[in-house]
């Protein structure tokens, strides 16, 4: 069937795991995920840097942006549009959701 998009929550982490403007890498359905909780809202975008493979995760977070430990690319949380060189490609953000007391992720609606 064309034209139809389901949606497959898989539960990423905890809600407690989050902690404000602290990155958190999980795996979900083996998809590196990076998720963020910040400004009051819940973020996921792909756990890896479009320049090269580091995790985002690692990176710190500051107003909406997630800046690459490497070389300091930063990324919009929002949208992972990439703010700045080196890194040139957006990254992949994914639909993220609070259930309960769990983080709910979709890793197949990029
Ligand atoms: S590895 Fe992320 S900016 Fe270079």
New binding site residues.
Partial sequence: MTGVSVVTWTRACATADLVENRPLGVVVDEVAVCLVRTGGELFAVHDE?T??A?PLSEGEVDDGVIE?W????CFDLRTGAVLNL??IRPVAVYPVREAADDVLVDVHHA
């Fill in positions: 840097c320049h090269e580091v690459c490497r070389h300091g690319s080196p890194a």
